[in-house]
Every structure is written in structure tokens, then in C-alpha cells.
């Protein structure tokens, strides 16, 4: 597998992870706005949805650093 395919699937997940976190942030919001959230269950959806941010931007950044990677290697036009 090339630089620039490695860079394009680690963008790819890290947009899967984004997207699993506003799905989680929705049903947070659906729940307390019905009033049928568990005490218990919101401090861990919180923190379902802060460690997807996390993953996400870690690699997000990973992605752009393949990205550049594969620049320098000739993979990617500048």
C-alpha cells in the first residue's frame, strides 16, 4: 500500500469517528430531552464522545502528516 492510500484511509476513519461522535451527541440530546437519561448514562456517553473527538483529530493530524509524507515521496501532487 502506498503513503497516499494509508493517508486516504486514515482520513476515511477518522471522518467515521467524527460522525460517531454527533450521532452519540444526538441520542445524548434525544434523551435528555425526553427525560429518560440514566444519571449513570450521561457521564458515559460524555466521555464516548470526547474520546471519539480525541481519535478523530489524532488522526485527522495523522492523515495529514501521510499526506505530506507522500508529497515528498512524489505520490501527491504539491
Request: aromatic share 0%; hydrophobic share 50%.
Given at each position: 500500500?502506498?503513503?497516499?492510500?494509508?493517508?486516504?484511509r486514515t482520513r476515511a476513519d477518522a471522518e467515521?469517528?467524527?460522525a460517531?461522535?454527533?450521532s452519540l451527541r444526538e441520542?445524548?440530546?434525544?434523551?435528555a430531552?425526553?427525560?429518560a437519561m440514566p444519571a449513570w448514562f450521561d457521564a458515559?456517553?460524555?466521555?464516548?464522545?470526547d474520546r471519539c473527538g480525541t481519535a478523530?483529530?489524532?488522526?485527522?493530524?495523522a492523515a495529514d502528516n501521510l499526506d505530506a509524507h507522500a508529497r515528498a515521496l512524489?505520490?501527491?501532487d504539491s
Open positions: 500500500m502506498k503513503i497516499a492510500e494509508l493517508a486516504d467515521v469517528l467524527s460517531g461522535a454527533a441520542l445524548r440530546q434525544r434523551l430531552t425526553a427525560d458515559e456517553i460524555r466521555a464516548h464522545i478523530a483529530n489524532d488522526l485527522a493530524a512524489g505520490e501527491r
